[in-house]
C-alpha cells in the first residue's frame, strides 16, 4: 500500500506540472510569466525526485536486506551442514559401539559357560574328594587293616600309606587348579563386564551428544525457513519498488521534460526582442584544472569543468538572462538567451553548480564575458566545477564545439 500511495503521489504531482505547463504553454507569455512557469514546475520536479529518491532508497534497502538475508541463510545452512556431518559421525561411533556391546555381552556370554563348566568341574572334583575324604576316614576307623591283608607283596604293603598321600595331594592339587582357573575365569568375565560397561557409557554420551545436535539441527532449520520467508518478503518489496521506481522514474522524465520545456518556452519568451547571435562565444572560466566530465558521456547533457571554488564564471556570448535560480541537480545556475543568428537558429546556455545565488536576475541583459556566478558544488555535485550546457534550437549540443 506504500508503494501505492507514492505513486498515486507521483502521479498527482505529475499532473500538477502538466497542468501548470499546458497554462504556459497556452498563452503568450511573458518574461514574468516564464519565470513564474518555470519555478512552479522546478518546484514540482524537485517534489517528483524526492519521492522518487524515496522509493530508489527503498528499493536499496529491501536489495541489502535480501543480501542480508541470503548470507546469513548461508551462513545457517554452512553450520548445519557441519552438524549434520558431526551427527553422522556420532551416528556411525554409536553404531560402531552397539556392534562392539553386542560382541563384548558375545564374549561375556562364553566366558560365563567356561566359568560355569570350570564350576562344574570343581564342584564334581570336590565331591569326589570328599567321597574320598570319608572312604579314608573308615580307613583310619578300621577299614586299613582289611586293606592291608588285601596287598598281594612287601612292595603293597611298604607303599601303601604313601599312595594314601598321593591320592590326596593329586585330589588338593586338582581342586586348587580348579579353583585358579575359575578365578581367572570370573576375572576375565569381571573384565568384560567392565568394558561393556564403559562401551555403554561412551554410547550413552554419544547418543547424548547426538540429541543435542539434533535440536541444533531443528533449531537451525527453523531458522533457515524464517530467513527464506525474509527472502521471499525482501524479493516482493524489491518488485514492488521497482515497479514504484519505474513509474516515478516515468513521472521525473515527463516533469524534467516539461521543466526543459519551460526552460525553452523562457528563452522563446524573448525571441520578439530579435536579439542577434554572433556566434562568437568565448571561455565560460578564464582558467580551469581540466574536463572531469565530457558532453554526451553516460548521458551527461553537458560539459563539466573542474576549477577552484570561488573561480568566476563568465557568459560565452552576449544575450538575456531568461532563468536564475536553484535546483536538486544543477544547484544555483544560470540560463542566457542568445538569440537567433542569420540562419534563424537560436542558442542559449546553461551554468550550473554555482556557489551561491547567481549574480544576475532574469530579464537581465548581459554581455559576453559578464560575471554570472561563481564556481562552486551545489545541488547534485561531487566537487567544485562548472557544468556548462549549451542548446541550438532547443536540442543539447556539445557546447566545446562552439567555444572559440
Request: with cysteine.
Amino acid at each position: 500500500m506504500k508503494h501505492v500511495k507514492h505513486g498515486k503521489k507521483l502521479i498527482s504531482l505529475l499532473l500538477s506540472a502538466a497542468v501548470a505547463m499546458s497554462m504556459t504553454l497556452s498563452t503568450v507569455m511573458t518574461p514574468l510569466a516564464a519565470s513564474s512557469s518555470v519555478s512552479d514546475l522546478r518546484q514540482k520536479l524537485q517534489e517528483l525526485q524526492t519521492e522518487q529518491e524515496k522509493v530508489n532508497q527503498q528499493l536499496k534497502d529491501a536489495q541489502s536486506n535480501k543480501a542480508d538475508a541470503e548470507a546469513l541463510k548461508t551462513q545457517l545452512e554452512q553450520q548445519k551442514a557441519l552438524i549434520l556431518s558431526q551427527i553422522s559421525n556420532l551416528s556411525e561411533q554409536i553404531g560402531s559401539l552397539d556392534e562392539e556391546i553386542v560382541n563384548k555381552q558375545d564374549e561375556i556370554d562364553r566366558k560365563q559357560q567356561e566359568v560355569d563348566q570350570k564350576q562344574a568341574e570343581y564342584d564334581q572334583r570336590w565331591a569326589d574328594f570328599k567321597d574320598r575324604m570319608r572312604a579314608m576316614q573308615r580307613l583310619n576307623d578300621g577299614g586299613s587293616i582289611a586293606l592291608l591283608s588285601s596287598a598281594t607283596n612287601l612292595y603293597q604293603l611298604l607303599t601303601f600309606a604313601t599312595t594314601l598321600d598321593q591320592i590326596v595331594n593329586k585330589d588338593e592339587d586338582t581342586c586348587q587348579q580348579l579353583e585358579n582357573e575359575h578365578a581367572e575365569l570370573e576375572q576375565q568375565r569381571a573384565e568384560l563386564e567392565q568394558a561393556k560397561a564403559d562401551l555403554e557409557a561412551t554410547q550413552a554420551d554419544l547418543e547424548t551428544q547426538k540429541t543435542a545436535l539434533d535440536g541444533k539441527t531443528n533449531e537451525l532449520a527453523q531458522n533457515i525457513s524464517q530467513t527464506d520467508a525474509n527472502i521471499s518478503a525482501a524479493d516482493a518489496e524489491i518488485e514492488a519498488n521497482k515497479a514504484a521506481l519505474i513509474e516515478a522514474n516515468k513521472a521525473v522524465d515527463k516533469a524534467a521534460a516539461e521543466l526543459d520545456a519551460a526552460l525553452n518556452a523562457a528563452n522563446q519568451a524573448y525571441g520578439n526582442a530579435s536579439i542577434q547571435c554572433s556566434l562568437d562565444f568565448g571561455r565560460p572560466l578564464a582558467t580551469y584544472k581540466y574536463v572531469s566530465c565530457y558532453f554526451g558521456g553516460n548521458g551527461h547533457r553537458g560539459t563539466d569543468y573542474a576549477a577552484p571554488g570561488g573561480t568566476e564564471i563568465y557568459a560565452v556570448s552576449g544575450g538575456v538572462v531568461t532563468a536564475a535560480a536553484y535546483h536538486w541537480s544543477w544547484g544555483y545556475y544560470v540560463q542566457v538567451y542568445h538569440g537567433k543568428d542569420d540562419n534563424g537558429n537560436t542558442y542559449s546556455t546553461l551554468y550550473a553548480h554555482m556557489n551561491s545565488a547567481p549574480v544576475v536576475s532574469v530579464g537581465q541583459p548581459v554581455e559576453k564575458g559578464k560575471v554570472l556566478g561563481y564556481v562552486g558544488s551545489t545541488g547534485n555535485s561531487t566537487g567544485n566545477h562548472l557544468h556548462l550546457e549549451m542548446k541550438v534550437n532547443n536540442v543539447l549540443v556539445n557546447v566545446m564545439n562552439y567555444l572559440s
